[in-house]
């Protein structure tokens, strides 16, 4: 089972700010298999980005994804307010087919 | 954009069995793409349960998968979880979700299953 390593557990920030997430494969990911979701408290979690840097319908282009191998990174440009949350990383197969990281809580500083 | 609901007993005995539902509306079960069961046990993380393609072929996670079963019921446009011998360590949201382009990329809103006696 590859498992995916996000850090930091929680970043605080101010609103105007960059975030940067990083997100880190025990072994290597086929970089189409990597997905960001956000999620708020009481919410069903939200596709950001998949393929590790497309945005997902509807995603304000203030969200990217990078990276290749073991390391990727989600971006968020400059901070709006609805911005705080949590984000997970996603990875694709072998088995099980989907595993998340245990999550990075972006809260405001 | 489809639309998915969970439904089901947010109530279970332990080692009774859990049985959720979820139904498909704005598209059909029979869409080309799988469908998928996750679960967040309360503060937690992200759990993949496992999925189902209208044909019936599934994919189970392995640390659930002999207490496990995904169906699909086309004439009702929806598909189901069954969990048994429930213990506490089942206490969770459950959604369901689309799985497509190696993601997940449509979700439910959720319901909480609470696994007490």
């Known amino acids: 089972e590859i498992v995916l390593t996000q850090s930091p557990g929680t970043l605080s920030l101010s609103p105007g700010e960059r975030a940067t997430l990083s997100c880190r494969a025990s072994q290597g990911v086929t970089t189409r298999y990597l997905a960001w979701y956000q999620q708020k408290p009481g919410q069903a979690p939200r596709l950001l980005i998949y393929g590790a840097s497309i945005r997902a319908t509807g995603i304000p282009d203030r969200f990217s994804g990078s990276g290749s191998g073991t390391d990727f990174t989600l971006t968020i440009s400059r901070l709006e307010p609805e911005d705080f949350a949590v984000y997970y990383c996603q990875q694709y197969g072998p088995s099980p087919l989907y595993t998340f990281g245990q999550g990075t809580k972006l809260e405001i500083k | 954009q489809v639309q998915l609901q969970e439904s089901g007993p947010g109530l279970v005995k332990p080692s009774g069995t859990l049985s959720l539902t979820c139904d498909v509306s704005r598209g059909s079960i029979s869409s080309d793409h799988w469908w998928s069961w996750v679960r967040q046990p309360p503060g937690k993380g992200l759990d993949w349960i496992g999925e189902?393609?209208?044909?019936?072929?599934?994919n189970y996670n392995p640390s659930l998968k002999s207490r496990l079963t995904i169906s699909v019921d086309k004439s009702k446009n929806q598909f189901s979880l069954r969990l048994t011998s429930v213990t506490a360590a089942d206490t969770a949201v459950y959604y369901c979700?689309?799985?497509?382009?190696?993601?997940?990329?449509?979700w439910g809103q959720g319901t909480l299953v609470t696994v007490s006696s």
């Open positions: 979700a689309t799985s497509r382009d190696y993601c997940l990329d449509n």
């Open positions: 189902i393609y209208h044909s019936g072929n599934t």
